[in-house]
């Protein structure tokens, strides 16, 4: 069985993110969403939050698990979900540097471990988390950007902080 993990913070989840959980669960026997949880991030939302999130937008989609994880390493936490794929997304050639660098890296501490990097669709190629909330604060549509739990979401946090 091929298990493989979809790591990153998604403060929020966007439809590039979903776009590429929808495209891995076709491609392994099991994915795993791996929420990571650092607070040095100053994330929007809570783990809790981010979890209720990808579960409802995720709703009827198979084979896959949401779980957080942090303190450690991604090629730690990959081994001990006995997962030998990290799926990562590419948007642009930024993003590739940063990438290739963290592959390398991963593959010098667990060479068992492979890091398959997927392309969202050309019309999310630009759509990023930072962006999305920075968007959404100043009152901009996001709901074509984000599934509708999420844009709800958005919604209701920047409703209570203004």
């Known amino acids: 069985m091929t298990v493989a993990i979809y790591p990153g913070t998604f403060d929020p989840l966007t439809t590039g993110h979903l776009d590429l959980i929808k495209r891995s669960v076709r491609m392994f026997d099991k994915l795993i969403v791996a929420i990571f ?46 997962a030998h794929v990290i799926v990562r997304g590419l948007r642009a050639i930024a993003d590739f540097e940063y990438e290739f660098q963290m592959t390398l890296m991963n593959r ?38 984000v599934p509708p739990p999420v844009a709800l979401a958005l919604k209701e946090k920047f409703r209570r902080s203004s």
């Open 37 to 82: 949880a650092s607070p040095m991030k100053g994330p929007l939302f809570s783990v809790d939050e981010r979890r209720y999130l990808i579960e409802e937008s995720i709703r009827g989609l198979g084979n896959i698990e949401i779980d957080t994880f942090s303190d450690t390493l991604l090629v730690f936490y990959a081994r001990q979900r006995q």
């Open 108 to 145: 010098r501490l667990d060479e068992d471990i492979e890091t398959v990097f997927l392309t969202p669709r050309e019309e999310y190629t630009y759509v990023a988390s930072r962006l999305i909330k920075e968007v959404a604060a100043y009152g901009g549509n996001v709901e074509e950007l």
